[in-house]
């Protein structure tokens, strides 16, 4: 989990934070020297709030939960904040100010519907596939960030409208200012090949023989390669962004505060209005899902999830803890933080306990005194850690039901939009409208011809219902169903039937298999998602 601070601050700083783009005529301020120079402090100081953040909420959760899961500001989600809310150097719909009071409203939120079982409850209402299949958008949407210039190897870019992406990796001097695409030169740039063969192909072979450090490691090795000041592909050049960078780079050892970010919200919700409702409404649909979906995967990799009732021991801890973690990582500056998929490392290893996490929160403590190393990690020396990240994640698109339609359409969808929208809530939301209507159509057929009409392989149909069965429904819900008794689970007359369902052409489905979100035949489809998870 090392790599966050060096690949969380470098996506962040591309929102510009606190700084201020004044110019008339070039609205990212790309050629600004002081917005530039404002933009460095900034990522300085995410360096200090990602580590701290890291730190502070690995190791309250794992005393309060006793999980061997790790909290972090979420990858995938720090994408989203800053290129789909703030945009790149503030130019999105939503200021960054504002995005974090969103951020921290949005904890609360999640507290208050932890408290009641609703989070709890949500994640069981998402069909399987599109659980997984969103996994894998977030994997190849961090692809795409890894191969892009702003925060990666630069190896596309731009092409206009003919051609939304093409070939980069060209020099500066050759970058259009206008449009990012490059004017000649493609695939010269020393520093996209420095990433590429010791960022991406060092670490890969590394990670062929398992070796656990290996992305810090290749991050490493581009690192030290690109601090010497006298090549062509150096982090440092004589001028004055190189020059502020080495000089910070020189201290090695210090502790930098954080000047720019603390408590940077922006609290005059009047004179924001719908903007702040659009935010923190952005914000909830998408955390509703990822966050909550993270840390309940987490819970099962690590064998604490009960199959009976599709729960784990004191999750309502846990996502209260998990939510309050995200109110104040927002106070930091920071994105959404969320259960570190990368925990599941450590499961593999042998974790099984909150001091795994604790132990984790103690290191990215004291990586808070080398603030001077993390902040001068080029972007180029992270770029491939996001591509492999990427791989990772896209490991379990197996899991994925693909023999029936119904589930394998709005799967890829759900993959297939998140990186070509540049978004997780728009890959998300085109998921479930496509299996809505898809699977509306057909349970609406079968209904008007009375079951004569359905497909072929409907029995191939992952069980699906909108009264998933096991675990605490919220108590609103309990006491509509028992009478005005919310703490009972079960209505007086209602006996928990245990028996196979009937699917959508009579075919058997597993209630118990559903709940956990996967229909699970001799359980291949589980120990794929599991398999895939120790070899990471």
Known sequence: ?????????????????????????????????????????????????????????????????NLPVALAPGMGLNAYFTYQVVGFHGTGPIPYRLALTAVF?????????????????????????????????????????????SAGIGVITAGGPSQPVTLGGCPAQYINSQTGSCEGHVLTNPQMWIGITCGGFLTAYLMAYRVKVAIVIGITVV?????????????????????????????????????????????????????????????????????????????????????????????????????????IGS??????????????????????????????????????????????????????????????????????????????????????????????????????MTYTALNGLIGLTKLITFGRIVPPDADLAEYWTYKPHGGRLPWFMRATRNGGRFWEHEPPDEKVDDNPEPGIDGGVHNRTDSMNGLKMESGTKLESVQIGMRDM
């Open 1 to 65: 989990m090392a790599y966050i601070i060096a690949v969380n601050s470098s996506i962040i700083a591309d929102t510009g934070g606190t700084c201020v783009c004044s110019s008339t005529t070039d609205p990212e301020c790309l050629t600004d020297a002081a917005y530039s120079s404002c933009q460095l402090g900034i990522k300085r100081d995410l360096v200090t709030s990602t580590a701290a953040v890291a730190g502070l909420g690995s190791i309250v959760f794992g005393l309060l939960v």
């Open 105 to 149: 409203v949005e904890g609360f939120v999640f507290v208050f519907l932890s408290l009641i079982g609703m989070r709890q409850w949500l994640v069981k209402l998402i069909p399987a596939s599109i659980k997984v299949a969103s996994g894998v958008g977030i994997g190849l949407f961090l692809t795409t960030i890894g191969l892009s210039g």
């Open 223 to 327: 690192s030290i390669i690109s601090w010497p000041r006298t090549t062509s592909f150096t982090y440092f050049p004589y001028d004055a962004d190189g020059q502020s960078r080495f000089d910070f780079f020189k201290n090695v050892v210090a502790f930098h505060p954080i000047h720019s970010l603390l408590a940077a919200n922006d609290w005059n919700l009047g004179a924001a209005g719908s903007h702040f409702a659009l935010a923190l409404f952005t914000f909830l649909y998408v955390d509703i899902i990822d966050c909550t979906a993270t840390l309940y995967s987490m819970a099962r990799f690590a064998g604490a999830v009960d199959p009976e009732t599709g729960d784990f021991p004191r999750s309502t801890i846990a996502y209260c803890t998990d939510a309050m973690v995200i109110s």
């Open 331 to 432: 106070l930091f500056g920071l994105s959404p933080v969320t259960a570190f998929v990368e925990s599941g490392s450590g499961i593999a290893e042998g974790g099984k306990t909150g001091l795994t996490a604790i132990t984790t929160g103690i290191c990215f403590l004291i990586s808070l005194f080398f603030a001077p190393i993390f902040a001068s990690i080029p972007p180029w020396a992270t770029g491939c850690t996001l591509i492999l990240v990427g791989c990772m994640m896209m490991r379990q698109v197996t899991a994925i039901n693909w023999r029936y339609i119904g589930d394998a359409v709005p799967a890829f969808v759900t993959l297939a939009f998140m990186p070509l929208s540049y978004s997780v809530a728009y890959g998300l939301i085109a998921g479930l």
